[in-house]
């Protein structure tokens, strides 16, 4: 027994042999191998495979992208004198009245047959895609695009600034949502784009609240001290390291939303609010058929006219959440869901 | 480490009284009721860096080394103190002197191409997002230092540097090991061609095998460009390894600073002590004296009165009129700890405490007199007879007071006769040589009692 130290020594550790085994191990086949290997692929990447395995995502997927399609090749679109897209796939003007008989049920010439003006309801259908699709589309990507910045900044901040812009959040939160964007289309009146203002100024919120949550988590990691420590700026530190890895339950929320913002569209044209009373969009067409809901005199019932554009509506929402939900499955997040219905 | 950096000159880096105390709560009523406690993370730390050196820091889990590595560079804001740094100006050759703590963000943002830090967890501290390109390629970008295809030369040099293969800048941070992710993380560090990089435990995470790779890295480019590392760890046998200058860090606080051959050889602060006897030893025939530290690291919120180590001291230093052996002391020192903070004598000796578990005799106040404290002597390790006539009186004395119930005056009586210098004096940084400092009353010359015999010690 000693109580001396170092009688016993271990050999076999020289820096040259650990050096040169280190400089092969990058190249080995390890490496290689990580690549063909599914589970440390690129996020985005795997969210793709995944989605592609989905049939009902396919599908919805699919029915969104014509959709798209028809909304951007339903009319010619002009932009200022010049045509930017000449192409017109409806048959008819949809604004055009008397291309057939009133109330025409569905034939050849007019696929899903006339409205009480005699307008071609298979056109005003189409075109009214631009419209509700559009909509749909433009407010999520403004909404979600301030929303993240504002919770972005509010969460990267923290302490105070933090606290006096969630108050703002909670004061929208107060509001209904369709409430709110009912009055705001009411104060500003209607159109396209008090419309969109209206539906993405109560939208952010929800955005701003899901992102902060994830900025407060993500901000905990030592990259975020690591770029500091760089001399990285705050806006650097919080678009290029913190925003990209908080993003993922905004982009499942962003999906699942279009559909809401589209019924929320629909629903203030249902009320007479949002377009005027001739625009084709769906859920204005429902508004100026809604007396033909009920069976007209003697056992007519126009159908078509509401069956189509409604049918429509729901296509559309119905796609969009089944796109939203794979998403949300893909990237196997918990999204805080804390909006009701509309806006 | 053979002959080491030269310290002649000015340190590289200096912290003064180097403070940094969190809140407890930020919450509003306990805030305006003033309830809110301090946690003394790091409290008045005075440390020097010199040019191409390495300075280890050592101490136990919550010692506050990562807190002190932090708001040295200001990554978090010290909340007293001051660090100054000695900016070598290239062209003139002069050296300018900086105060961190002052410095405006622009200011400390071109700071950071001087002083780096690499982090603990190579798995957190890389940005899984970006590929290990951009990641090394950030610190050029943001300081603007190279642009375009020499950026990616840069980048591929650097990463050759470290000893990873330069194709693979366009992999992303999951597809490497540990130890491969350390390495991007030096490199990284390495790009803006530091003086100074703070390395906070940045082996603890990796197996051994890669921790000798990454210390001999490490090492290497030390070699290579000259670099200080201020290197934070809690093993020691890496620290030795690695540093020229090893400061000892317990609760906050610096207890001992020295070269690594005088933290390594008498005379020790106790607390070294402690620490240098718990490093294992390979030889199944070595019987060293291990020195178990009692009780736990006391918490920052409330740190001891005096020397912070004298709850656990192994080398507590008794009143200079009483003439007790050293462990005897220690045993009544731990009696008078758990008498303050207990707030009935039935609960001073527990289960936990004795081997014999018959019903009963843990509760001293429904014992008699002698029996109570036999146990409480066997307890605590006091002997029957501690060598002091005053002193045994006084353990009488407050077991009987025990017995009655009266932990607050058991507790008085003792401390009129016990009370430790230590607890009463903060050590203040002695110096034993040049380059050595021990924060001890121990080798205090104004401080009462026995002191080992310092200076030619070997």
């Known amino acids: 027994m000693s109580t001396e130290r170092g009688r016993i020594r271990v050999s076999g550790f020289e820096t040259e042999r650990i050096a040169d085994h280190d400089a092969a191990e990058p190249t080995g086949d390890d490496a290689e191998e990580a690549e063909d290997d599914p589970e440390v692929q690129n996020r985005w990447v795997r969210v793709i495979h995944q989605l592609k395995r989905d049939r009902l995502a396919l599908t919805g997927m699919a029915v969104v992208v014509v959709m798209l399609f028809v909304a951007v090749f339903s009319r010619p679109i002009v932009v200022g004198d010049v045509t930017v897209q000449p192409l017109s796939l409806t048959p008819y003007d949809p604004a055009q009245t008397g291309v057939g008989d009133r109330y025409d049920s569905p034939s050849l010439t007019h696929p899903m047959g006339t409205d009480r003006l005699g307008r071609d309801t298979f056109s005003r259908v189409v075109a009214g895609s631009r419209y509700s699709v559009t909509i749909g589309f433009v407010v999520t990507a403004l909404a979600a695009s301030f929303g993240v910045i504002y919770g972005g900044v509010s969460g990267y901040f923290g302490g105070t600034t933090d606290g006096v812009m969630m108050r703002l959040v909670d004061v929208i939160f107060a509001f209904p949502a369709l409430v709110l964007a009912m009055i705001l289309v009411s104060l500003f009146g209607g159109g396209f784009i008090p419309l969109v203002g209206a539906f993405a100024l109560v939208g952010w919120a929800s955005y701003a609240r899901i992102i902060r949550g994830e900025i407060l988590k993500v901000k905990q990691n030592e990259y975020v001290m690591a770029a500091k420590a760089l001399g990285a700026r705050d806006k650097s530190v919080l678009f290029r390291h913190i925003i990209p890895n908080a993003i993922a339950p905004v982009v499942v929320q962003a999906t699942l939303s279009i559909g809401t913002v589209v019924i929320g569209v629909a629903a203030l044209g249902f009320l007479g609010l949002g377009f005027d009373p001739g625009t084709p969009e769906w859920g204005t067409m429902l508004d100026a058929e809604r007396d033909t809901l009920i069976t007209g005199a003697g056992g007519t019932w126009f159908w078509w006219t509401t069956v189509f554009p409604g049918m429509m509506i729901f296509l559309f929402v119905m796609s969009i959440n089944m796109v939203g939900d794979a998403v949300n499955d893909a990237l196997d997040v918990q999204v805080d869901d804390v909006r009701g219905g509309g806006g | ?458």
């Open chain 2, 1 to 458: 480490m053979s002959t080491g950096p030269d310290r002649s000159g000015d340190p590289l880096l200096r912290t003064e009284g180097l403070q940094k105390y969190y809140e407890t709560s930020s919450g509003f009523i306990e805030s305006f009721l003033n309830r809110a406690d301090q946690v003394k993370a790091v409290d008045g730390v005075d440390l020097e860096v010199y040019p191409g050196e390495t300075l280890g820091v050592v101490g136990e889990s919550g010692c506050g080394k990562t807190t002190l590595g932090r708001s040295m560079l200001r990554l978090i804001e010290p909340t007293g103190g001051s660090v100054t740094y000695h900016k070598r100006n290239e062209e003139t050759g002069e050296n300018e002197t900086i105060e961190i703590t002052d410095l405006s963000g622009s200011e400390l943002r071109d700071l950071r191409t001087d002083v780096q830090y690499i982090f603990q967890d190579p798995f957190s501290s890389l940005n899984p997002r970006l590929t290990v390109g951009d990641i090394v390629g950030e610190p050029l970008d943001i300081h603007g230092i190279l642009e375009g295809e020499e950026r990616e030369r840069r980048i591929y040099e650097l990463l050759e540097t470290v000893g990873l293969n330069p194709s693979h800048a366009n992999r992303y941070p999951h597809e490497f090991s540990g130890g491969q992710r350390q390495r991007i993380g030096i490199a990284r560090a390495l790009a803006v061609d530091p003086e100074l990089i703070v390395c906070d435990e940045p082996v603890s995470a990796l197996d051994v095998s890669v921790q000798a790779q990454i210390l001999n890295l490490l090492e290497d480019l030390q070699e290579e460009f000259d670099l200080a590392y201020v290197f934070i760890a809690h093993d020691l046998s890496v620290v030795e390894h690695i540093s020229d200058r090893i400061a000892v860090m317990y609760l906050g606080e610096l207890a001992e600073v020295g070269t690594t051959e005088e933290i390594f050889a008498e005379p020790y602060h106790p607390y070294t002590e402690a620490l240098l006897s718990a490093i294992p030893e390979p030889d199944p025939l070595w019987e060293g004296n291990q020195i178990f530290l009692r009780g736990e690291v006391p918490s920052p919120m409330n740190p001891p009165s005096g020397c912070r180590f004298h709850t656990r001291c192994p080398r507590v230093i008794p009143p200079t009129d009483l003439d007790v052996d050293q462990p005897a002391f220690r045993g009544v020192m731990d009696l008078r700890l758990r008498l303050s903070g207990l707030e009935a004598a039935d609960g001073l000796v527990t289960t936990a405490d004795t081997d014999t578990d018959a019903g009963g005799v843990e509760d001293v106040t429904a014992m008699d007199v002698e029996s109570a404290e036999a146990l409480v002597r066997n307890t605590f390790d006091i002997p029957e007879w501690i060598g002091d006539g005053e002193a045994d009186d006084a353990v009488s004395d407050a077991v009987r007071l025990l017995v009655d119930g009266e932990v607050d005056a058991a507790n008085d009586r003792l401390e009129a006769v016990f009370e430790s210098p230590c607890e009463t004096r903060h050590p203040s940084s002695n110096h034993i040589r040049n380059t050595h400092e021990i924060a001890c009353l121990r080798y205090d010359a104004d401080a009462p009692g026995d002191r080992p015999a310092v200076g030619d010690a070997k």
